[in-house]
């Protein structure tokens, strides 16, 4: 049988192991399965290539295992800008409610909860605040609403505020906008509430930003009766500086300001930028506050909401786990909390809602994740005292009041950017997939002396293997099959020798074309139609 030649050749040349050896660009390998014997000098570059290998694929594991890691680093900068966005300050009087606004009702519904009050001693606490006793038959109201309570006894601000001004322009009350935190009514300058317009200012230093002189009235303060978590011994403001985008917790994060001092307030932007999953966890996932009534797990970040809700900040994220704790616990919401459930009553604050969410607040039961972005501002503070002896005589007679009245409840309050740049604080990923390509392509072209074209030489030898295994399979079973066809057929014909003597394959003398010889073998009870040529 003579060996095959054609195409079937050239495919078993392309498949060779020698052949491809002699022409890939894999270092070594040339050297490895050249023609001839098993020498030496073949075995060492066997074990060199092996060596090689191995140590190539170390390292390409040990690459893909630090990137599956998914490591991240911080990076600090510090950038300049042609103006920032003013932050938004929210302010609070220490004081919620006015003794002057508090009446017999309000006693009889809030001052077991607020003030620790016993029936008993309503009448006693009403001569304290300088208003006469509940007439005899008084009947109390039906409902009470606490958020009606601190809307209408709390400071107000057309009160409080007796001069504002924004770099120099003069502002008001309609510059403000009233929220309710735990402290009670607060009120926040440049909120950006219903669509308003942030305030930017061009330049730093003093004079360039919020500057408001404000009245805390003490003489409005409520007399201690007894101590209780939630009775005051200050007097004075809760200041938070935040972005537009968080809400204010000011009973937590807030600085104080007393009267008698001009606080200066110089603030520095500092904007975040967290990763998400796998290489960090931030979210930015909206929130929904209201409350679910079965818990599905433990208690985490809300679910998102699927109408517009605002962005997600991590102040948002935990009010909103406090407001559907506090909520699945006691059926009611507290008034700064956010969510569609009725506002507590003034019994369900005292017996369920307070101590609920203190006890949440020490377990820390809310985890959630921080935003992705997150602006931040750092505070400087410092105070001189004031009004000086030379002022005090002009302020009394510009507001109408006493020189003690200013120097007991006056404050200034200077809020400023200390310079028009800001910091970034980013976190990146430490190692990216490009970096990662990058390694295995160096540990590659050192250990074995490839690159991505000899990745594809073999691939490309490997398709040949393949394609010469399954033609050259079904070239045998061709070639099988014909080889029985051609037995078959000389035995058919051999066992009918008086129909056909024998099969001449030299010249034969002239037939008709169509003469046709019907044989039939008796072995296999197969018809065979053979044509004399």
Request: proline share 9%.
């Amino acid at each position: 049988m003579k060996p095959p030649s054609g195409p079937e050749e050239a495919r078993r040349q392309a498949s060779d192991i020698g052949v491809f050896a002699s022409s890939c660009t894999l270092h070594g390998l040339g050297h490895v399965f050249g023609p001839g014997s098993l020498t030496p000098r073949r075995g060492l570059w066997a074990v060199a290539m092996l060596l090689s290998m191995a140590a190539f694929l170390y390292q390409v594991a040990e690459r893909v295992r630090y990137y599956g890691e998914f490591h991240h680093e911080t990076a600090l900068d510090e950038r300049e800008s042609p103006q920032l966005t003013f932050p938004a300050v929210t302010l609070c009087n220490i004081n919620a409610l006015r003794r002057s606004r508090l009446t017999a009702n309000d006693l009889h519904w809030a001052g077991p909860s607020l003030l620790g009050l016993e029936p008993s001693e309503h009448a006693a606490f009403l001569r304290a605040l300088g208003q006469p006793p509940a007439p005899p038959g008084f009947m109390p109201s039906p409902t009470f609403d606490m958020a009606r309570l601190y809307a209408r006894a709390g400071h107000t601000l057309e009160d409080m505020l007796l001069d504002c001004r924004y770099r120099g322009q003069p502002c008001g009350p309609e510059n403000f906008t009233a929220i309710f935190t735990r402290m009670g009514q607060c009120y926040t300058f440049n909120s950006g509430a219903d669509g308003a317009e942030l305030l930017a200012t061009p330049k730093g230093g003093t004079g360039n930003g919020l500057e408001v002189m404000l009245d805390v009235q003490q003489d409005e303060y409520l007399p201690v009766w007894k101590d209780t978590e939630e009775t005051p011994f200050e007097v004075g403001l809760r200041v938070q500086i935040h972005s537009q985008e968080e809400p204010p917790v000011i009973d937590q994060l807030g600085f104080g300001a007393a009267p008698g001092y001009q606080i200066f307030v110089s603030c520095q932007q500092q904007q975040l930028s967290f990763l998400p999953p796998p290489w960090g966890d931030c979210s930015s996932a909206s929130l929904d506050p209201d409350f679910e009534p079965e818990p599905s797990g433990p208690l985490g970040p809300p679910s998102p909401s699927p109408g517009p809700s605002p962005p997600y900040s991590l102040m948002g994220c935990r009010l909103a786990c406090e407001t559907r704790y506090v909520a699945r616990k006691c059926g009611c919401r507290m008034m700064h909390m956010p969510g569609g459930a009725p506002v507590c009553t003034p019994q369900q604050y005292k017996d369920c809602a307070n101590p609920t969410l203190d006890a949440m607040l020490r377990k820390d039961a809310c985890v959630c994740p921080n935003p992705c972005a997150i602006t931040r501002y750092a505070k400087e503070l410092s105070m001189v005292r004031m009004p000086s002896r030379a002022s005090a005589r002009y302020l009394a007679r510009k507001y109408n009041r006493s020189e003690a009245y200013i120097a007991e409840n006056v404050l200034v309050l200077d809020i400023f950017f200390e310079a028009l740049n800001y910091e970034t604080v980013e976190q990146k990923k430490a190692y990216e997939v490009s970096e990662l390509l990058g390694d295995i392509g160096g540990q590659m072209g050192l250990f074995i002396g490839a690159s991505l074209l000899t990745i594809l030489e073999i691939l490309d030898y490997l398709c040949e293997v393949l394609l010469d295994r399954v033609l050259g399979y079904f070239w045998k079973r061709k070639r099988s099959q014909r080889h029985s066809s051609t037995n078959l057929l000389q035995e058919g014909l051999g066992s009918r020798g008086n129909q056909v003597p024998r099969l001449s394959l030299g010249p034969r003398p002239p037939a008709s074309p169509c003469a046709v010889t019907r044989t039939l073998s008796a072995s296999h009870r197969t018809c065979y139609l053979v044509t004399r040529l």
